[in-house]
DNA sequence: GACACCTAAAGTGTATTCACTTTCAAGAAA
DNA sequence: TTTCTTGAAAGTGAATACACTTTAGGTGTC
């Protein structure tokens, strides 16, 4: 059985807490089996034994129970009472139809955000697109090594990340922001599969550029706008839709 | 201590499930904690410990960590590991924010339900309609008792929430199905609170015709409309914007 | 008084255990 | 053959056990 692959690569609270470092078992399972599941090796039917799964990843039932009731409480499984889990049908779209729901919610709470973010906040988000910026000019101006690309997908990712959960927490409506934040855990688990081009990664930076500076203008209305325009441009340049 | 209440009312799947009759000691946990979080009574920044609300609660510490477990993938509780469950601040304002979540989740899954909802669903949810119409007649052209008021205001809930969930599992889009149900589960926790008047009422059946009536046309411009309109309208008429 | 250090009590994560429920395949009855 | 019965195997919900971590309240030192 070669599915114990540490898959629990940068989970973990985004925060500066430096102190709490080893994931919960509980945090592996729940990763690793939605891994298992939006990647199809676990399609819609299937039957998810806390008993077998334990076995499976050596660890004791219990962290394995909790870890299929986060996934139910999801919506990516279901379970009934004393009977076993099951995937729930369709759940092999799940990251293409999280990519909608953000269409949903992301537009709007950028224009919330445009109101309340802060200052700091903006400037600490403006030296990330520079940061980026730097690394995209010293791959074009550079041999365009795969280093260099590794460095500038990285930053990209990053601000990426920092840009969207930024607007998430300053949206100011915490259902809201956390719905956001699991739409950004799913599509983290798919990082690993995820490719990021040159072409990708400058649209992304662009698109990003406008929304920041709509959010620095506060200007709702545009941040809405570009915050819409952004989602619908990174699914169109994904011909694949499978990893959004 | 006078916590021990029974809250779990009418929980469990809305389905035609006959056999499966108590809810999991879990859900009851979850469901008394939520309660009471929204109910202001364990306000933000409140320590949820295991142990003690085992004790409290008179069960093992294994079902009200998976409570809290829930809670937390909720975003209502936070908990690093190793630490205490803690009550996010602002989680006072949950069902009052939920409603905003509900503006930017439901209209777009009206406009979408109208494409793909079934001649016999809607057929079903009419009669329904139908049915609350008469209770209405009932309370109107009686006496207008508070017996007929009741049976009026359990047939406006349960048409309320069979339509607006139809509208969720049509949308053919499952996380957005999702966070609609999870809006309404945690409007049903503070049902126990809620209080219709004949004014909602009257108005929720005409809002939610006009819906039905966009439905049948597969109209999903005026779905889309109509929904953000009796959203709208629902938290309008609610003065105290506690429950909504 | 303020601050570091220590220790017992409380709390958390996980494994183990057990009673009860579901599953499923083999044998009996039609 | 098909259908019903049945009992063992497998699975689930929940309590308990235990090692490890955090918390809180001294005690001593400055």
Redesign the interface.
Known sequence: MNNDVTLVSDLG?HNL?ED?D???L?DEVYQKLLLRIIRCELPGGTELKSTQLARELSVSR?PV??AL??LQ???IVIQ???HRAVV?E??E??LV??H??RL??EP?AAAMAAQRITEAELTELQMQAADVKTCQQQYEAGDRSSAHLQKWSTASRSFDYALHLAIADYCG???????I?K?WSYKRVSYSAAEETPEIMTRGLYDHTVLLDSLKNRDSETASVAMAMHLRNASRMRPDRLIV
Chains 1, 2 share one sequence.
């Not at 409506?173 to 719905?179: K, M, R």
């Open positions: 609270e807490k709490d080893s994931p919960s509980v219990t129970v909790q009731a986060r409480a999801d919506g009934q009472k004393n729930r369709g759940a779209n799940w139809e999280i909608e729901l949903l919610l709007s409506n915490l259902p809201i922001s956390e719905a934040h739409c």
